[in-house]
């Protein structure tokens, strides 16, 4: 569904992608993990389509079209989303106007259904807005809801670097299971191993370079070993050296 050929990003002066090609199946779970400052963001804001993310060279493919240079609004379009690290807020919008936001139709039925899916009781959270009044979990959950009532083809799920996890594994776990029996391929974004395991494939992400793409166990395993004893950012992994 999604090609990834060759695709590097400079920004200031600076190569924060290197080269990176990817290939994530239709209908499965891909996750992307990596440490803190690897560019997995980076990688998900390009892939969207932010403004200041064009690549600065490489190709972006989603079922055959090269969408390289499609705006955000025209990968919207073609089935594509993007869940941000931190949860939306929108001051005076309902719960249930967000939700159907992304619908052709609004249906109450599919709306109530995402929220019990994501673990909200429809009767408590329809009427309430999506400010600061509801917390960064509760915030989370209604993004996912979104993302499940919207019914796109790819989603990118990002979750945070660091700080606190907005959603318990078990929690995210459960969506993402509900999102891939809707047949919505998923892209994750991550730092943590056990994320990684539910995948079907999973890249090891590293200083903007795709340093192992395998299977789960073996993608976990080697951030275990590498990563996690890596006394400084500057190393050679696979080959690849890093430069002062």
């Known amino acids: 569904m999604l090609s990834i050929q060759n695709l590097s990003l400079i920004r200031n002066g600076n190569e924060i992608l290197h080269n990176i090609s990817l290939e994530v199946n239709e209908g499965g779970i891909h996750v992307i993990l990596g440490p803190n400052g690897a560019g ?3 990688l998900a804001y390009v892939l969207m389509g932010i403004g200041g993310f064009t690549p600065s060279s490489g190709r972006i493919l989603f079922n055959g079209e090269d969408i390289t240079n499609k705006s955000i609004f025209e990968r919207a379009k073609r089935g594509i989303t993007l869940g941000w690290q931190e949860p939306a807020r929108f001051e005076g919008l309902s719960i249930e106007e967000y939700l159907s936001l992304g619908m052709r139709e609004k249906d109450e039925r599919e ?3 995402a929220l019990t ?3 909200l009781n ?4 329809l009427k309430r807005k999506v400010d600061e009044a509801l917390s960064g979990g509760e915030r989370k959950r209604v993004e996912f809801a979104a993302i499940i009532t919207m019914k796109p083809k790819l989603a990118i799920l990002d979750e945070p670097d660091s700080g606190i996890d907005f959603v318990s594994l078990d929690d995210l776990l459960g969506v993402m299971k509900s999102l891939k029996h809707q047949n919505i391929t998923l892209l ?3 730092h943590r191993e056990e994320v990684a395991r539910i995948g079907d494939r999973a890249s090891l992400m590293c200083d903007g370079f795709i ?4 299977e789960p166990w073996e993608v976990t395993k080697y951030f275990r070993k590498v990563c996690a004893t890596c006394p400084t950012e500057k190393y050679s992994i696979e080959g690849i050296e890093r430069k002062e």
């Open 188 to 190: 994750i974004i991550t």
């Open 122 to 125: 429809p009767e408590r959270y």
């Open 117 to 119: 899916m994501v673990n």
């Open 111 to 113: 709306i109530k259904k």
């Open 211 to 214: 340093v192992k793409d395998s």
């Open 40 to 42: 997995k963001s980076t």
